[in-house]
């Protein structure tokens, strides 16, 4: 009976406190320990988040140059200048156009038509919006590899079938638009494309190489035109 009544004794001395959570009105039960010293405590992280993590930021509000709003920037974003609230913004401002995706990319302005395209991050090197562009703006010249047998048959089917073809030795090998594909010979007219097959194009068993075949398609599909080959 006697431990019991000192342990009874020891708990009415030991009296704590309530009092309300810092973040919200909960009310919490405070030990004495915890009232001498002044100890602080929360009900949950998000309460604790909300005191303690705002008393520790440096920043300050500042007002973005595009739209407006105001917003809430770091001490680092301080210094290395930050002029807006949002990426979509930011793009703007350099460009004066809208993002057109989700944080994948950005609008650049091409170097030889001046039109804006969107360019992915891991393409952010890009300079200009399509092939011709490049030609143009770079000057680069094709070389023409090609066979004098072949400009032979290319003006004799001509003849024979009222052709005129434009070819390697009669004002270049014509370039199909948007790609870096050159015909061995184009007749812009009557829209035919004439392609002369030597023994590299085609496999041991005879059949046209999978590359052709497809650079094929992709021809007829931007030129609709009519395709011909001849196998020399």
Not at 6 to 17: A, M, S, V, Y
Not at 182 to 191: G, S
Request: proline share 2%; glycine share 6%.
């Amino acid at each position: 009976m006697k431990k019991q009544e000192k342990n009874i004794d020891k708990g009415n001395k030991r009296k704590g406190e309530y009092r309300k959570c810092r973040g919200c009105d909960k009310e919490l039960y405070y030990r004495p320990f915890e009232v001498q010293k002044g100890i602080t405590r929360f009900c949950s992280h998000s309460c604790k988040a909300k005191v303690v993590v705002n008393k520790r930021k440096t920043g300050k509000m500042l007002t973005c140059l595009n739209c407006n709003n105001s917003f809430y920037a770091q001490y680092k974003e301080i210094q290395n200048n930050r002029k807006s609230c949002s990426p979509k913004c930011a793009n703007e401002l350099k460009i004066g156009l809208p993002l057109l995706s989700k944080r994948t990319g950005y609008n650049k302005v091409c170097k030889t038509c001046q039109k804006t395209f969107y360019v992915a991050l891991w393409n952010q090197h890009q300079k200009y919006c399509s092939v011709d562009c490049y030609v143009s703006s770079e000057g680069i010249r094709y070389k023409a590899n090609y066979n004098p047998d072949s400009i032979k048959i290319i003006e004799s089917y001509g003849q024979l079938y009222g052709y005129c073809f434009k070819h390697a030795l009669n004002g270049g090998e014509f370039r199909v638009p948007g790609t870096y594909y050159h015909v061995d010979a184009y007749d812009e007219k009557e829209n035919v494309v004439l392609e002369i097959d030597e023994n590299h194009h085609f496999l041991s068993d005879g059949t046209l190489k999978l590359y052709d075949i497809k650079r094929q398609f992709k021809i007829q599909e931007i030129l609709k035109c009519k395709f011909i080959r001849i196998k020399i």
